[in-house]
Structure formats: structure tokens, C-alpha cells
């Protein structure tokens, strides 16, 4: 792969990655309500670390050749997709038409911010 090939790359790979993270720390939880809220914000503050450390470094890589919108598109697109997978596999949540319709209207708002590229 070509070396200008990575700062486009590179950065939806580290979101999709932080984003796995994130989905846990934020809705993980859900599976384990008898914890204490205490522990579920604890436990979520270490499994978000890793998350900053990814995400951090790819806004800045990918700022390079993508303007701070489309990392933000970029993340939020990422961010459905991950979800839709966690909350079924990990949740055991049905996936639903409405929550795939829903979802892919927003997908395809973030990707109107990569039109005038």
C-alpha cells in the first residue's frame, strides 16, 4: 500500500476501533444492571481510555486530508455501524427495519459532507 494511501485510511480504521470501545463504555453496562452506578462510570472511564487513544490520534492523522466535518461524519457513520452490530450481538437486541431505515437516513446525511470534496 502506498504511503499516501495511510493518513486515508488509517483514521477509519482507529475510529472503527475507538468506536468498539466507546459502544462498550457507554452501553456495555446495559447487560450488567445489578452493578452500581459507581462501578459502571469506573469501568467506563478505563474502557474510554483506550478509546481517547485511538481517536485522538486519528482526527489528527486523518485532519491531514479530511476537513474536521468529514472526520466527524466519518466517526458518526462508524458509530451506526458499530452499534447495529453491538446491540445485537453483545445485547441481544433484534435488529429492527426502522432502527436500519433510521440509521441509514443518518448515514446518508454524513455522507453529503463528503460531496463538495
Known amino acids: 500500500m502506498s504511503a499516501s494511501l495511510w493518513p486515508k485510511i488509517l483514521p477509519v480504521v482507529m475510529l472503527a476501533a475507538s468506536n468498539i470501545f466507546m459502544t462498550f463504555a457507554w452501553y456495555g453496562h446495559l447487560k450488567h444492571r445489578t452493578a452500581t452506578l459507581f462501578m459502571v462510570i469506573l469501568t467506563s472511564w478505563m474502557i474510554a481510555l483506550p478509546e481517547y487513544m485511538l481517536a485522538v490520534p486519528a482526527n489528527r492523522i486523518g485532519s491531514t486530508v479530511y ?17 447495529v452490530i453491538f446491540s445485537a450481538l453483545y445485547l441481544g437486541e433484534p435488529v429492527r427495519w426502522t432502527t436500519l431505515v433510521g440509521f441509514g437516513f443518518i448515514f446518508v446525511g454524513a455522507l453529503f459532507i463528503f460531496l463538495n470534496r
Open 67 to 83: 476537513s474536521p466535518g468529514q472526520l466527524k461524519a466519518m466517526q458518526e457513520a462508524i458509530t451506526l455501524i458499530v452499534f
